[in-house]
């Protein structure tokens, strides 16, 4: 405990540099988590993509039937995400596009999420290794959370691109105000720069919000787990010394399920609000096409 209360609760989110070259860090401890997470996330993913496959034919029916609960926990958390939270915003077409990055991204960024929560920094720690190699969590480093909100930047634009064309980009940086009367374009000159800036403050958003609640959560995880090295170190008696190393440790347990909570949240949050992001920059004629013809149904329908 005398340890801990030495030590700064932000090493449990602080990079380590490991190999550098001058002043230039060529290695780091979240790099080689990151490595060690992104293999466990590939294999894990394959197992359960072997369990979730149709089997062979002489298996019958059962050859349907997801094997082991770890591939059905994923299917049934795929299903879910798929059906009740991409399709509404995306659409058939949109989510089966962009479903294999969506999935990627969530699931990365929870294993990480979920890796940062094993006690690796504490246990290298406990057997003499000043320097850790591994552990912390990767998500508490704002340049991963940029690195990942820039690819979900490039794929906003490109889709943009991709849908609206070069022609149909610019104008929705006007908010549709350019087909409007001349007596609008004043406003432009506000509404275009905001626009612009969303573009980019968007994906900006997604990094700091990942990034500022994965920090927040193990710092205070770390903070209430030294309370009871600091009352050692302050001289206090034992009957005090336990009494802090009791509150503070049910706290530090009860903060563990919150941040269990949080790792999944953060997750979905990351991964749904990039599906959004990508929807807003999807022309809607179709629905338009479909709410107009509804209408006229009803016209139809109406007695005179």
């Given at each position: 405990?005398v ?11 602080t ?29 894990a ?9 149709t ?16 591939g ?12 009740e939270?991409?399709?509404?915003v ?6 089966r ?26 246990l ?19 340049m ?9 930047f ?9 849908e609206?064309?070069?022609k ?32 980019f ?16 959560g ?9 309370f009871g ?13 336990g ?12 903060v ?13 949050i ?11 920059m999807s ?22």
């Open positions: 405990m340890f801990l209360a030495e030590t700064n609760p932000t090493d449990h989110v990079d380590v540099i490991l190999i550098k070259i001058g002043d230039v860090p060529i290695l780091t401890m979240h790099m080689v988590t990151i490595f060690i997470v992104a293999t466990i996330f590939v294999l993913m394959m197992k359960a993509a072997k369990a979730i496959a089997g062979p034919e002489s298996e019958g029916n059962e050859r349907y039937i997801t094997k082991g609960r770890f059905q926990l994923i299917e049934a958390m795929v299903v879910y995400l798929r059906d939270m991409l399709v509404p995306l659409g058939e077409d949109h989510t596009r962009y479903f294999p990055y969506l999935m990627t991204l969530f699931f990365f960024i929870l294993f990480n999420n979920l890796f940062g929560l094993l006690p690796l920094l504490d290298q720690h406990l057997f003499g290794v000043h320097t850790t190699w591994f552990g912390g969590t990767a998500t508490a480093n704002i991963v959370t940029g690195a990942l909100a820039l690819l979900s490039f794929l906003i634009q490109i889709h943009s691109f991709r609206m064309g070069i149909g980009s610019l104008e929705h940086l006007t908010g549709g105000l350019i087909h409007e009367s001349i007596f609008v374009w004043p406003v432009m000159l506000i509404v275009v720069p905001v626009e612009l800036a969303g573009n403050i968007k994906p900006i958003a997604l990094a700091i919000r990942l990034f500022a609640n994965m920090v927040a193990h710092t205070l995880m770390a903070v209430l787990m030294g090295g600091a009352a050692a170190s302050a001289g206090m008696g034992a009957l005090g010394i009494s802090i190393t009791l509150v503070s440790g049910i706290a530090a347990v009860l563990s399920f919150l941040e269990l909570f949080v790792a999944f949240l953060q997750a979905f990351f991964m749904f609000l990039t599906a959004v992001f990508i929807s807003l022309h809607h004629d179709e629905e338009h096409e479909h709410d107009a013809s509804e209408t006229d149904a009803q016209l139809e329908a109406k007695p005179a």
